[in-house]
């Protein structure tokens, strides 16, 4: 399973970017089944953390938010492609960091399985 990402970029404080990651690999020529996708980001020196998470589950999908983005940034998902989007907006120049993708994706064969892309650099400007 690869993920791609795409849409970082270099931005002033207050403008908006939109990430795109794109779920592909064997798995979808078979019965698989999406859990959940989401967005985590690292800035330099810091620890890895969750921004977005977008999970399908039985009851209704549910989604998460870090409290200092919620109000800014939002989280969808294009299952027909297997896609997340997450669009960020009133960006801040303690959003800086590199945003990763992940997905959690259920096959007969594997299980549920955690991915990772290889991350896009968002950096915002004072």
């Known amino acids: 399973v690869q993920l791609q990402a795409s849409g970082g970029g270099l931005v002033q404080a207050g403008g908006s970017l939109r990430l795109s990651c794109a779920a592909s690999?064997?798995?979808?020529?078979?019965?698989?089944?999406?859990?959940?996708m989401g967005w985590y980001r690292q800035a330099p020196g810091d620890q890895r953390e969750l921004v977005a998470s977008h999970l399908t589950a039985a009851s209704g999908d549910r989604i998460n938010y870090a409290p200092d983005v919620k109000e800014r940034f939002t989280i969808s998902r294009d299952d027909a492609m297997n896609m997340v989007h997450l669009q960020m907006n009133s960006l801040k120049p303690q959003d800086t960091a590199v945003y990763f993708c992940t997905a959690n994706i259920w096959t007969p064969g594997t299980g549920s399985v955690s991915y990772w892309g290889q991350g896009t650099l968002v950096t915002v400007s004072s």
């Open positions: 690999g064997s798995f979808s020529g078979s019965f698989y089944r999406i859990n959940s």
